[in-house]
């Protein structure tokens, strides 16, 4: 089997391995696609080596199908399609306790802790292995983890319907966030100053604005009478970003923060202290999530489709890194692994 291994900052390289049996309570799956996501790059650029380290197979965005049943699974057949939910807890710190184990202080990533999807055939536990519909295209499916990391940051904003939302930063997640929240029935304001995320957000009915030609401000409050946004999506990244979410927002408003921030950000916290503002983290996602994004992909309430820029072979990894991190014309990259697999 072919295998993408991470040698050091900007260096992937394609091995064959001989395939591995699945082991007890384990799934063989042979990948169909596999998405590379912002953390990927980050490994990439070798930001995670501490965590990461040399040698390490990464990704954790995929689709794939049963190719292999180890022993002691049961209720699966080979051939079902299927996603993976790479996040493994331990049950037994103070978060998994609580009920909170998506962010169990000793979480184990696949991807990052563990080999991850870039292999095309992938042998994880069975308990973290999600059955597909049978007509939903798996290249649409490589966008169900994403999706269920938007899920999650809706459902911890408790956005109402009619409630004035505005998603600071347009890539995928912040895209992803815009769409799941309008159509629970938020008014949405996506704010980008990248003319083709713009673009996407228009194709897929998201509002779009340029920062550089609206006063994001101003636009807010003629919306909403003055009272500002009840609800606004961190997930530039950015200083400047961080200041507009604040900004806008009203009278107990919610900031959802969404992006990682590598360094700490100055935060207006008079404006916390004046208008009572409340401020959320938003991290990965929990198994109901997951079937939430599997939901909304195949029935259409998601397009992903138009998220998807570019689908190359496996021998092209390396360029479809360079076009993520190029920033320009590029929203989801896919690596398409199923000439390995037949």
Known sequence: MKVV???????????????????????????????ICGTDLHIYHGDMDARVGADAVIGHEMS???????????GWSVGQPVTVMPTRSCGACAAC??????????????????????????NVP???????????????????EPTAVAVHDVRRANIAAGDQVVVVGGGPVGLLIAVVAQRGGAR?????????????AAELGVEAFDPAATDVVATV?????????????????????????VDVLT?????????????????????????????????????DDMTEAIRLIATGAVDAKRLISRVGAIDSVTDAFTA??????????????????R
């Open 188 to 200: 949405v304001m996506l704010i980008e100053p990248d003319g083709f995320r713009r673009q996407v």
């Open 64 to 74: 794939g199908r049963i190719a292999g049943i180890g022993p002691g699974v049961t």
């Open 324 to 341: 993520l991190e190029s920033g320009g014309s590029v929203m989801k990259v896919l690596i398409d692994w199923q000439e390995q697999t």
């Open 221 to 245: 409050n003629e919306r909403t009478q003055g009272a500002g946004a009840d609800v606004a999506f961190e997930v530039s990244g950015s200083a400047a970003g961080v200041a507009t979410a």
């Open 126 to 144: 069975a308990d973290l292995v999600l059955a597909l519909p049978e007509d939903l295209s798996l290249e649409h499916a490589a966008l169900i």
């Open 5 to 35: 291994v991470y040698r050091g900052a900007r260096t992937l390289e394609i091995e064959e391995r001989p395939e591995a049996e699945p082991r007890h309570g384990e799934l063989s799956i042979a990948v169909a696609y596999t998405g």
């Open 251 to 287: 009278t107990r408003g919610r900031l959802v923060m969404v992006a990682i921030h590598p360094q700490p950000r100055p935060v207006n916290l008079h404006r916390f202290f004046w208008r009572e503002l409340e401020l959320f983290g938003a991290r990965l996602y929990q198994r």
């Open 97 to 122: 306790l609580q009920g909170h184990s998506h962010i169990c202080h000793a979480m184990q990533f696949l991807g990052i802790d563990s080999p991850g999807a870039m292999q095309s055939r992938w």
